[in-house]
């Protein structure tokens, strides 16, 4: 089994969680600025701005910014054909709302895709990856605001207007649907730079967040394809797939809601407007949201090119002895756990055959390309005295997910672009902030305290990343050696 030649097969990361170098040639703080370490099973705190005393992981991340020379090299002896990162707006528009944007900023970002061009790797650029500038949180309560619709917007303008000729593949909010789960506090911060204040529904508030947002993205599509038929932008959900616990009716419905919940995002950015359901239940819920005419004149006229997602895991959900006619959902509280499934060191559902399940369920709603932008598992890793790294729970993870998006390719004739599983390097975990939640087919020597030498060292996967990738998916090695964790 293979994948069509010009498949875009490569590796991900983003700005905040790589980078490092939070205050160096002028960049702002940003909402990953003030998140705090956590561990397995807790969540990461917000301080109110940087406190002394205080560990911040992201402010040093893996030193990407002063490392991606040698990084890059790596990615290309992988075989890298494209690379997925995000540009910090906090560099560009450090406080978000000046003016003009941070020169120095822009330049590094020439410097990194000129870096990747060096190699024939294409950068695949987020716009928003969980990075929002800090100020235009404590100024305006984040995406809460219009004027934060219009601060992103002019941001997206900027860089896309410097980097056209560099970067072809844009990809506008990083799982923007990840705020479905509006009570978490963590989602709506990253996603939207918003915190729900006591008494507040945080359901309304979530819409309202993510309404500006899809109208920016639409705006910022329409601006792109304006300016540069070339360029291609997508939008980019989580697709973790929501089953019903069982054949019973009421969970099936639940599901279904489960699953309109997740992925009105990307009907409205794919399609250009709104799913009945939603404005029917909005109005039920007596939401009242700020959504214009204007507004949905945008959205019409900014519909995207692709649909990236990232595939990690599935859900499963039941109804509830008292649901509503709405089969409201509250991800919360509303998942079950599958027991068909084995989970992962931090409890994530593992589930291969639901990636090319989402495959096809997107295929059939979306009707466009699909890319697989992130997927892969987060473990801890030996180190071994001699430098090595034998991971074989990971190549296993993502053998048997490439399999299954291969079936899809090849039996059920999905149009996938790409893959660029997560992570192209270990970096700091996004939802715990540990290092030792590792993804990376690079070993960085880095702890979760902060100490280590950030020295590089290539894992048992990247030696077979790099076979897959040169055999075009045919060569996934043998299941044999593989050892479960
Ligand atoms: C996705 C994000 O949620 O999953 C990434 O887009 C994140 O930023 C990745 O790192 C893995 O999650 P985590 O929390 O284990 O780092």
Not at 386 to 412: C, F, G, P, S, T
Request: net charge negative.
């Amino acid at each position: 089994m293979q994948v069509p030649k010009n498949f875009l097969w490569g590796g991900a990361i983003a700005a905040h969680q790589a980078e490092g170098a939070y205050n160096v040639d002028g960049k702002g703080l940003s909402v990953a600025d003030v998140m705090t370490a956590a561990g397995n099973f807790d969540e990461r705190r917000i301080t109110d701005g940087v406190k002394t005393g205080e560990f911040y992981p992201n402010h040093e991340g893996v030193d990407f910014y002063h490392q991606y020379p040698g990084d890059v090299k790596l990615f290309a002896e992988m075989g890298f054909k494209c690379f997925r990162t995000s540009i910090a707006w906090s560099r560009i528009f450090p406080q978000g709302d000046e003016d003009e944007p941070n020169e120095a900023g822009l330049k590094f970002y020439d410097r990194l895709f000129d870096e990747c061009h060096k190699y024939n790797i294409e950068p695949v650029v987020t716009l928003s990856h969980f990075e929002m500038p800090y100020h235009l949180v404590t100024e305006y309560g984040g995406f809460r605001s219009r004027k934060v619709l219009d601060a992103f917007v002019k941001f997206a303008k900027v860089v896309i207007d410097r980097y056209q000729h560099k970067v072809k593949y844009w990809l506008t909010f990083n799982e923007i649907n990840n705020q479905t789960n509006y009570d978490r506090a963590f989602t709506l911060f990253t996603n939207s730079g918003v915190q729900v204040h006591e008494g507040e529904n945080a359901e309304a508030v979530m819409y309202q967040a993510a309404h500006y947002e899809v109208v920016a993205s639409a705006q910022v599509v329409a601006f792109a394809h304006q300016l540069n038929p070339d360029l291609l932008v997508g939008a980019m959900v989580a697709f973790s797939p929501v089953y019903p616990a069982t054949d019973k009716p009421d969970d099936v419905l639940k599901a279904q809601r489960a699953m309109q919940a997740r992925f009105w995002f990307s009907d409205v950015q794919v399609e250009g407007r709104y799913p009945s359901w939603l404005r029917k239940y909005q109005a039920a819920k007596k939401f009242d949201l700020d959504i214009t005419d204007e507004d949905l004149a945008s959205l019409k006229k900014g519909r995207v090119d692709y649909l990236g997602f990232s595939y990690y895991m599935s859900f499963a959900t039941a109804a509830k002895p008292d649901e509503d006619d709405y089969y409201s959902y509250n991800e919360a509280k509303d998942l079950v756990t599958n027991k068909f499934v084995p989970q992962s060191d931090w409890g994530w559902q593992v589930d291969p055959k639901g990636l090319r399940y989402a495959l096809n369920w997107m295929n059939d709603r979306y009707h466009l390309p699909l890319f697989i932008v992130e997927n892969g598992i987060g473990a801890i890793d030996q180190m071994e005295a001699n430098h090595q790294v034998h991971d074989n729970y990971r190549i296993k993870y993502l053998r048997d997910h490439i399999k299954q998006m291969e079936l899809a390719i090849n039996d059920d004739g999905v149009d996938v672009m790409g893959y660029t599983p997560w992570s192209a390097i270990d970096i700091v975990s996004a939802s715990t902030g540990q290092l030792s939640k590792r993804y990376g087919f690079i070993y960085v020597d880095r702890n979760d305290d902060g100490s280590g030498s950030l020295k590089r060292y290539r894992k048992d996967s990247f030696y077979w990343y790099q076979k897959v990738i040169s055999t075009h998916g045919e060569d996934l090695g043998d299941d044999s050696d593989d050892t479960t964790r």
